[in-house]
């Protein structure tokens, strides 16, 4: 049961370190169709994102030495999810880009998801996701 004293609304941001908060910006505004918006003058380097039909922030936290995982895609290691209406589609546009994606299916529901990373490793998952269910 939650706890009813904290009163919770919806996820604001998910904040993701990179060693260059320009290329991370031109890789998620290019490929994935964020766009930027104004950022507090804060005393380190980053940027804040937005897509309006992801309706979370994303916000890129500059970092000389970010503990970055660029070998072989674990789609059991940390990332985070955006709903996608069409997965060939996101397949074609990654192919396009260059980038390097894992396919998988949902076992029992047959949902697809594809795993990806960004330049600075963090990685990202697409998904055919149903709505949550209602509690």
């Not at 904290?6 to 490929?31: K, M, Q």
Request: aromatic fraction near 10%.
């Amino acid at each position: 049961m939650p706890d009813p004293s904290i009163p919770l609304g919806s996820l604001n941001h998910v904040a993701l370190l990179t060693t260059d908060a320009r290329r991370g910006e031109d890789f998620y505004c290019s490929v994935l169709g964020f766009r930027t918006v104004p950022r507090p003058s804060f005393s380190f380097d980053g940027s804040w994102l937005a897509h309006d039909a992801v309706g979370v922030m994303l916000h890129l936290i500059h970092r000389a030495d970010p503990v970055a995982t660029l070998g072989k895609i674990d789609t059991l290691n940390g990332h985070f999810a955006i709903s996608c209406t069409n997965i060939e589609a996101a397949a074609k546009s990654l192919a396009q880009h260059g980038v390097v994606f894992v396919e998988r299916k949902l076992p029992d529901y047959g949902y697809r998801q594809l795993f990806f990373r960004d330049p600075d490793g963090n990685l990202i998952e697409l998904g055919e996701w149903p709505e949550i269910p209602p509690s």
